[in-house]
């Protein structure tokens, strides 16, 4: 009887640890494949964030920005809108009298120009060309264009520069 209890006694200790061994296979699959995919997902990150270098990314910014101000200062010279801005170190404030303020800033860490307004946040992201708001797809300069029509009363038409 010893023998067959030591048997039996040792073919449940393999079976334990066989099903140990296979739950920690599992768990190294698992933790493998999230791995993985953190990886991948990592890569396609940083893939996108590295659309340009940074140097590329802030000059593009910074001429999208003056480009802004230029038809800014068209319009101010061509009607009797309360527009003033200002351009430093890339953030544009766009004064728009009563109306309040829109900031215009350049985020060099996602390669994304930032807009603040009384309607809220927006996000834009060049895409072969044209900046697009990463959550509706609207271009910068119709965001823009609609913003300042609502906050200072004055319609202007952007064009703005793509990819260098």
Not at 18 to 47: P, V
Not at 101 to 123: D, M, P, Q, T, Y
Not at 130 to 140: E, F, G, I, K, N
């Amino acid at each position: 009887m010893p023998h067959e209890t030591i048997a039996s006694a040792a073919s449940e200790t393999m079976m334990v640890a066989t099903k140990r061994r296979n739950i920690r296979l599992l768990e190294l699959y698992a933790l493998d494949t999230m791995c993985k995919a953190i990886d991948e997902q990592s890569i396609t990150r940083r893939g996108d964030a590295c659309m340009t270098n940074e140097s590329e990314f802030v000059a593009l910014a910074d001429r999208v920005l003056m480009a802004i101000g230029a038809a800014l200062d068209v319009a101010a010279d061509s009607s009797d809108a309360d527009l003033d801005w200002s351009l430093n170190d890339g953030i544009l404030t766009i004064d728009c009298g009563d109306g309040g303020k829109i900031i215009v800033n350049r985020h060099v860490s996602n390669r994304e120009l930032w807009v603040a307004a009384k309607s809220g946040g927006f996000h834009f992201k060049d895409d072969g060309g044209v900046w697009r708001d990463t959550r509706s797809s609207d271009a910068l300069a119709t965001v823009l264009t609609r913003l300042l029509q609502a906050q200072s009363g004055v319609e202007i038409a952007f064009v703005l520069p793509g990819r260098i």
